[in-house]
C-alpha cells in the first residue's frame, strides 16, 4: 500500500524558509514521476513542483512553475524515499495548502495535471503573512 505523508508546514512571515517534506512507503522513488501540488482557499489545485527522479545525466529533471521558479528547490533522498521542497522568500501569496503526489506510471512531463497522479498526501499547510 502507497502512502505519502508530508510535513514540515507552518506559519511564518514573509521572506522566510520552510522545508517540507514527503516520505513514502509502499513507493520506491527509483525511475519516478512525482509532484507538489498547492491549493488556497477558494481556488483550484495547482502543480508547483514536478520531478523525474531518475538521476540527471541518465534523464532525470525538475520543473518548476513560473511563480516559484527561484525560489523553491526540489530535494530527493533515495535512502530514505522522501522527496523535500525548499521554499525561500516566501510570499504571501504562497499560502495554501500543500500536497505531494506521485505517479503509478514513470511515464513524466511538465504538463502533468493533478488528475494524472495516483498517490496523494494528506497535505500540510503553509500560511505566509506579513
Known amino acids: 500500500q502507497v502512502q505519502l505523508v508530508e510535513s514540515g ?3 511564518v512571515q514573509t521572506g522566510r524558509s520552510l522545508r517540507l517534506s514527503c516520505a513514502a512507503s509502499g513507493y520506491s522513488f527509483r525511475n519516478r514521476c ?13 502543480v508547483v513542483s514536478i520531478v523525474y527522479t531518475r538521476d540527471r545525466d541518465r534523464g532525470g529533471w525538475e ?5 516559484v521558479q527561484g525560489r523553491f528547490t526540489l530535494s ?3 535512502g ?3 522527496l523535500y521542497l525548499q521554499m ?3 510570499k504571501s501569496e504562497d499560502t495554501a495548502m500543500y500536497y505531494c503526489a506521485g505517479r503509478s506510471s514513470s511515464y513524466c512531463h511538465r504538463g502533468l495535471t493533478q488528475g494524472d497522479f495516483s498517490y496523494w498526501g494528506q ?7 506579513s
Request: aromatic residues 10%; hydrophobic residues 20%.
Open 9 to 11: 508546514g507552518g506559519s
Open 80 to 82: 530514505t524515499d522522501t
Open 88 to 90: 525561500s522568500n516566501l
Open 34 to 46: 512525482m509532484g507538489w501540488f498547492r491549493q488556497a482557499p477558494g481556488k483550484e489545485r495547482e
Open 63 to 67: 520543473y518548476y512553475t513560473d511563480s
Open 76 to 78: 530527493q533522498d533515495r
Open 123 to 129: 497535505g500540510t499547510q503553509v500560511t505566509v503573512s
